[in-house]
């Protein structure tokens, strides 16, 4: 969910050196293979007593945090639902920008009751699946996104388990997430990402679109035990899953109290 930016926090973990290089709002066309494994693995290292050390808890934490969060578009922007239809219109040019190849099938990761399956998706492809752990939001997703005004395409399956679990079995034109791998630990988060790669379709894209922070840091919030990270820290991950990053665009028109929010499009390497 969007989050607002507060006083300095209580518990920041740094996790990337001064020499890494910073890019924001272009389009990257050039891949830097400089050894993107090693910076990853210096940041995993620095990171991981932050959240790998007690992974069940941190887990466990979030888990019941969400269960108490009501099953609305509002629960799910965390009492901002008055920014859905800003952060829709800016998703909708983004993936105008990447122009997806193929229309057919897309997966929203972390999709809670469906608010992006069901406004950004759906009009897009033919079949939407999701993934979402917690029952309440699911049921919810099978109704909102099953409603007689739902155009164009509609809603495949739904994965009732956690991103650090999922693994896709299909071949997925569009691979989405959002405000959601701040859940994930550092080593979960690498682990997803290369297990997305291998349900990406010949010329799919990945895209994650989430909260950063303006430092070098990583900022734990304790209330729904998430993280939010750094830019960088995603190009360096996604990196070293075996990604190449395609466009890389901040959301515009969003509240100045909010963090920055990045969208990342990206396609394995391997691809053209």
Same mark, same amino acid.
């Given at each position: 969910?969007?989050?607002?930016?507060?006083?300095?926090? !209580?518990?920041?973990?740094?996790?990337?050196?001064?020499e890494?290089?910073?890019?924001?709002?272009?389009?990257?066309?050039?891949?830097?293979?400089?050894?993107?494994?090693?910076?990853?693995?210096?940041?995993?290292?620095?990171?991981?007593?932050?959240?790998?050390?007690?992974?069940?808890?941190?887990?466990g934490?979030?888990?019941?945090?969400?269960?108490?969060?009501?099953?609305?578009?509002?629960?799910?922007?965390?009492?901002?639902?008055?920014i859905?239809?800003?952060?829709?219109?800016?998703?909708?040019?983004?993936?105008?920008?990447?122009?997806?190849?193929?229309?057919?099938?897309?997966?929203?990761?972390?999709?809670?009751?469906?608010?992006?399956?069901?406004?950004?998706?759906?009009?897009?492809?033919?079949?939407?699946?999701?993934?979402?752990?917690?029952?309440?939001?699911?049921?919810?997703?099978?109704?909102?996104?099953?409603?007689?005004?739902?155009?164009?395409?509609?809603?495949?399956?739904?994965?009732?388990?956690?991103?650090?679990?999922?693994?896709?079995t299909?071949?997925?034109?569009?691979?989405?997430?959002?405000?959601?791998?701040?859940?994930?630990?550092?080593?979960?988060?690498?682990?997803?990402?290369?297990?997305?790669?291998?349900?990406?379709?010949?010329?799919?894209?990945?895209?994650?679109?989430?909260?950063v922070?303006?430092?070098? !840091?990583?900022?734990?919030?304790?209330?729904?035990?998430?993280?939010?990270?750094?830019?960088?820290?995603?190009?360096?991950?996604?990196?070293?899953?075996?990604?190449?990053?395609?466009?890389?665009?901040?959301?515009?028109?969003?509240?100045?109290?909010?963090?920055?929010?990045?969208?990342?499009?990206?396609?394995?390497?391997?691809?053209?």
């Amino acid at each position: 969910m969007p989050l607002t930016e507060g006083p300095a926090p !209580e518990k920041c973990v740094n996790t990337l050196k001064d020499e890494m290089d910073s890019s924001e709002d272009k389009e990257c066309t050039q891949e830097n293979r400089n050894g993107p494994e090693s910076k990853v693995a210096d940041a995993v290292a620095i990171s991981s007593d932050a959240s790998n050390a007690q992974e069940p808890k941190f887990y466990g934490k979030a888990q019941k945090y969400w269960s108490g969060v009501p099953a609305t578009v509002n629960g799910m922007l965390g009492g901002m639902g008055y920014i859905s239809a800003t952060d829709i219109q800016g998703s909708n040019n983004f993936l105008r920008e990447i122009r997806v190849p193929g229309n057919k099938l897309a997966l929203d990761c972390g999709a809670g009751i469906g608010r992006i399956t069901r406004h950004l998706l759906i009009p897009r492809f033919h079949c939407v699946d999701l993934v979402e752990q917690d029952p309440a939001f699911a049921n919810k997703a099978r109704e909102y996104c099953t409603t007689e005004n739902t155009p164009v395409g509609s809603l495949g399956e739904i994965y009732n388990v956690g991103l650090q679990k999922f693994t896709p079995t299909k071949k997925y034109d569009l691979i989405w997430s959002q405000w959601v791998l701040g859940h994930l630990t550092e080593l979960d988060l690498i682990d997803f990402f290369r297990r997305i790669r291998q349900g990406l379709a010949p010329g799919a894209f990945f895209v994650l679109k989430e909260n950063v922070t303006k430092s070098k !840091e990583i900022i734990v919030d304790d209330e729904d035990s998430s993280v939010t990270r750094p830019l960088e820290h995603y190009d360096i991950s996604l990196k070293a899953a075996g990604f190449r990053i395609v466009r890389k665009v901040r959301q515009q028109n969003f509240p100045k109290d909010l963090y920055p929010v990045y969208m990342i499009a990206c396609k394995p390497l391997s691809s053209a």
